[in-house]
């Protein structure tokens, strides 16, 4: 039978020798490795390079903006458990946003910043925390500052169920990487659309003040709806490429399933009419509100402070 017992150097070894080790890494990665190594990057024939990367980042950006703006919910949720539930769904969406900004830069280099000199961040992490918000193609949706947890369910249920939509679609993907980050996110997305669900139809059938709280946000997000299923020339381009998806083809899937929770919800479609852009041009344009300005000053601030840093 083995000595349950250790010696102080024991322990010492097992719990710390790895902040013994000499190894600095940069300090806002998560690892250190090529998040797409191993995986066929090959941009599929036909495909222009740049179509792709750009359609790529938009994915992407959707999910980076939306991971920041849930993941805000940490230690701020009601309870507990919603608290753990939040940040999950925060932590799904920044792993597809690293992954779709990884490929956006293997497609075409040309959509990275150009970094500080003797910055060790990598690609993905440049698109993150070097560009400026006109350069972000995120659905504006996204990026409005959070109110209640009312607000937070109702953005989070129309999010994901617009974005579920698209990934089943995606799955069919000519590009090995999209189709991947697809399928994966399809069972992610699922999650998230019925966490959101179930809690829609809660306090919608909650307290008075609940089923308040519930139809302020829902006519507040609800113009911003229709915008997530225009589309931009670069996604009828992905589309027809066989790369993309058109997302004005999955509305009608997408009102399905949102008509299906409002029924149970017992709420009405609501009549607010839809946010224009500016000059015609919303957030896939790079036209962003000065919520998002905010955000990514927060957001970037260290990486740009110390964009050498290493720990």
């Known amino acids: 039978m083995p000595d349950i017992h250790t010696s102080a150097e024991d322990e010492h070894e097992s719990a710390y020798s790895g902040l013994l080790v000499n190894d600095a890494h940069w300090a806002f990665g998560t690892d250190f490795e090529d998040p797409l190594a191993g995986v066929d990057t090959t941009i599929p024939d036909g495909v222009d390079a740049a179509t792709l990367a750009t359609y790529a980042l938009m994915l992407g950006d959707d999910s980076l903006v939306m991971s920041h703006r849930i993941g805000e919910w940490t230690s701020n949720a009601p309870d507990l458990e919603d608290d753990i539930a939040l940040s999950n769904i925060a932590l799904d969406l920044l792993g597809q946003a690293r992954l779709l900004l990884a490929r956006a830069a293997k497609a075409d280099d040309a959509v990275v910043p150009t970094l500080p000199e003797g910055s060790p961040a990598p690609p993905e992490d440049a698109l993150a925390y070097f560009r400026e918000a006109p350069d972000f193609r995120n659905v504006r949706l996204a990026e409005l500052v959070n109110g209640d947890f009312a607000e937070a369910t ?24 999209l189709s991947a980050v697809a399928a994966k996110g399809v069972k992610e997305l699922a999650y998230h659309r019925d966490y959101a669900a179930r809690w829609f139809v809660t306090l919608a059938q909650g307290t008075d003040e609940s089923r308040r709280r519930l139809i302020t946000a829902y006519d507040a997000l609800w113009p911003l709806w ?28 997408a009102e399905t399933v949102l008509d299906q929770v409002l029924a149970a919800a017992d709420v009405e479609r609501s009549e607010a009419p839809r946010r224009s852009g500016v000059l015609g041009r919303t957030g896939r344009d790079g036209m962003h509100g000065e919520p998002l300005s905010r955000m990514l000053a927060e957001m970037q601030s260290v990486a740009r402070a110390h964009p050498r840093g290493q720990w």
């Open 154 to 177: 109702v953005r989070v249920l129309l999010f994901s169920v617009w974005r579920l939509a698209v990934f089943e679609r995606l799955r069919e993907s000519r590009d090995h990487v």
């Open 226 to 253: 229709p915008e997530l299923f225009d589309t931009h020339p670069v996604e009828a381009a992905a589309a027809e490429a066989g790369v993309g998806v058109d997302p004005a083809t999955v509305r009608e899937a």
